[in-house]
């Protein structure tokens, strides 16, 4: 197959079109009879993920089960979640009563302790908060962004995932709410 290149282009422009041609040509016969890796899927078992709380303890979402567990993935330099914060904090205010477990877990790379902990009064964040600095979050949950939150039943199930802030007059997660927590 020839791709048409104007005539009067340089010969380094005629030769990226064609190398770019052949990887794309690799790229769909590499994903040809293969199936792309597959993330976490509302209505699925979420994906068992492992965390550390500021104590320095491990703690496994396995060990969540039984509760009804809103896990939220942010940073301390990220404006959403700085923006999302605070309604999560009331949610959980309000309806920690009902079975309700809101788990905040830091991104931050490295050595953010204090960063977390300052985030934490700052905000004055109730609910625990677990840190994850080498990020393995971000690849067990398939995130590209912060914040995410993954909404999981309790018996594992996830039933309600959101790649972005969450907000109150988000009417999706309400609902999902409203039904996991009957």
């Known amino acids: 197959m020839k791709i048409p290149v ?31 890796p597959r993330g976490p899927r509302v209505g699925s078992p979420a994906p068992e993920y492992v965390a550390t709380n500021l104590a320095g303890d491990t703690v496994a979402l396995s060990s969540m ?28 205010k309000e309806r920690k009563g009902d079975g309700l477990h809101i788990v905040g877990i830091s991104m931050d790379t490295g050595d953010a302790r204090d960063q977390v902990e300052d985030f934490i009064k700052e905000f004055g964040v109730t609910y625990p908060i677990l840190v994850d ?38 009417a999706e997660f309400a609902a999902a709410l409203k039904a996991t927590l009957q």
């Open 133 to 170: 600095p080498q990020m393995s979050g971000m690849d067990t949950w398939q995130v590209l962004g912060l914040p995410a939150s993954f909404l999981v039943d309790r018996e594992g199930i996830l039933r309600w995932m959101r790649f972005g802030p969450v907000s109150e007059n988000d």
């Open 6 to 36: 104007p005539a009067k282009s340089p010969p380094w422009m005629r030769a990226a079109v064609g190398a770019a041609f052949l990887a794309s040509l690799a790229t769909l016969a590499a994903c040809g009879g293969e199936k792309a």
């Open 65 to 92: 089960h039984g509760q009804v567990v809103l896990l939220n993935l942010w940073a301390t330099w990220c404006a959403p979640c700085r923006h999302e914060t605070p309604f999560l904090e009331a949610l959980y």
